[in-house]
């Protein structure tokens, strides 16, 4: 058993959380101008880096929200988590656009 | 011949649980280890919705009577009259006894404010566990944090029991309230059954 902490609920069984991939994919500014290449780019290619990444988790048998989480892929330790509307506190190398936050 | 018309309709109505009432007495346990379960049925059920800090949440929270809880683990009011809890940031479940009429008063109360106000009394039954070993019984299959230094009386969590989500509501001391969905219910109802049978038999040192 591992807890994760919901930025929300607080420290829960990781059995409660689903996975949601990598965070900060920002989607197209203008999809229609991709081509197919761009698109599948866009929509199934996702880094798979050995150390710190920032990914989505979903507290889907709590309060059922989405936020992010920097989690390190050779531990499976937390570093941090935060809402979708908070800076990301640690950076990595799928860290947001512009220093947006989304 | 006059038509018969039945306008009153409240006695055709069935609880998820009432097809296991007697399983469910016959279930209790006795003395020092004892523990118990039963269903409350019919429990007035009203799902709100509203972000803190807007309109929708202050005429909520008044309309309510008892506020809204603030975070997660509180729960507004008490067990035994109008209660809401915290499901989600924005997303609340008021409890009231069955009969209370609620809904009419929180919609006109929300007016067209950006939120929500739905009757979802027939979404989940109360089964209710008490006794000195109920939290024992939870324990076997609860992953949350039941230890009374942080799982107090009138605290409410969303969470899951074995392979069922659920409301957990620790409505008095020694006693929890559990809000499965209705389907779920007769699966949570036999998985306490089982789980509390144990405590009929003295222990083993
Ligand atoms: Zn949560």
């Given at each position: 058993?591992?807890?994760?902490?919901?930025?929300?609920?607080?420290p829960?069984?990781?059995?409660?959380y689903?996975?949601?991939?990598?965070?900060?994919?920002?989607?197209?500014?203008?999809?229609?101008?991709l081509?197919?290449n761009?698109?599948?780019k866009?929509?199934?290619y996702?880094?798979?880096?050995?150390?710190?990444?920032?990914?989505?988790?979903?507290?889907?048998?709590?309060?059922?929200?989405?936020?992010?989480?920097?989690?390190?892929?050779?531990t499976?330790?937390?570093?941090?988590?935060?809402?979708?509307?908070?800076?990301?506190?640690?950076?990595?190398?799928n860290?947001?656009a512009?220093?947006?936050?989304? | 011949?006059?038509?018969?018309?039945l306008?009153?309709?409240?006695?055709?109505?069935?609880?998820?649980?009432?097809?296991?009432?007697s399983?469910?007495?016959q279930?209790?346990?006795?003395?020092?280890?004892?523990?118990?379960?039963?269903?409350?049925?019919?429990?007035?059920?009203?799902?709100l919705?509203?972000e803190p800090?807007?309109?929708?949440h202050?005429a909520?929270?008044?309309a309510?009577?008892v506020?809204?809880?603030a975070?997660?683990?509180?729960?507004?009011?008490?067990?035994?009259g109008t209660?809401?809890l915290?499901?989600g940031?924005?997303?609340f479940?008021l409890?009231?006894?069955d009969?209370?009429?609620?809904?009419?008063?929180?919609l006109?109360?929300?007016?067209?404010?950006?939120?929500?106000v739905?009757?979802?009394?027939a979404?989940?039954?109360?089964?209710?566990?008490?006794?000195?070993s109920?939290r024992?019984v939870?324990?076997?299959g609860?992953?949350?944090?039941?230890?009374?230094?942080?799982?107090?009386?009138?605290?409410?969590?969303t969470?899951?029991?074995?392979?069922?989500p659920?409301?957990?509501?620790?409505?008095?001391e020694?006693?929890?309230?559990?809000?499965?969905?209705?389907?779920?219910?007769?699966y949570?109802a036999?998985w306490?059954?089982?789980?509390?049978a144990e405590?009929?038999?003295?222990p083993?040192?």
């Amino acid at each position: 058993m591992m807890l994760i902490e919901c930025p929300w609920c607080g420290p829960r069984n990781e059995t409660e959380y689903g996975y949601g991939g990598e965070a900060h994919v920002a989607y197209p500014a203008d999809p229609s101008a991709l081509n197919d290449n761009e698109w599948a780019k866009y929509l199934f290619y996702r880094k798979n880096p050995k150390g710190l990444f920032a990914e989505r988790w979903v507290h889907s048998a709590g309060c059922r929200r989405w936020f992010n989480a920097v989690r390190d892929t050779v531990t499976y330790e937390f570093k941090a988590v935060y809402k979708p509307d908070e800076p990301q506190p640690i950076k990595t190398t799928n860290a947001p656009a512009q220093g947006g936050t989304k | 011949m006059a038509e018969q018309v039945l306008t009153e309709i409240s006695v055709l109505r069935t609880s998820p649980l009432a097809h296991l009432q007697s399983a469910l007495e016959q279930g209790a346990v006795q003395g020092d280890r004892g523990v118990s379960v039963s269903e409350i049925a019919f429990m007035t059920q009203i799902g709100l919705r509203a972000e803190p800090g807007t309109a929708a949440h202050v005429a909520l929270a008044a309309a309510t009577g008892v506020g809204l809880p603030a975070a997660v683990g509180q729960v507004a009011g008490d067990a035994n009259g109008t209660a809401v809890l915290w499901s989600g940031p924005d997303e609340f479940l008021l409890v009231a006894p069955d009969g209370t009429e609620f809904l009419d008063d929180l919609l006109s109360a929300l007016g067209q404010e950006p939120g929500q106000v739905v009757d979802l009394s027939a979404n989940r039954t109360v089964i209710e566990l008490s006794g000195p070993s109920a939290r024992a019984v939870l324990e076997k299959g609860c992953p949350a944090d039941l230890h009374p230094r942080s799982f107090t009386k009138g605290t409410a969590i969303t969470t899951v029991l074995g392979p069922v989500p659920v409301l957990l509501w620790k409505s008095a001391e020694d006693t929890f309230r559990l809000l499965p969905r209705a389907s779920f219910a007769d699966y949570t109802a036999r998985w306490l059954l089982d789980a509390m049978a144990e405590f009929a038999s003295a222990p083993i040192d």
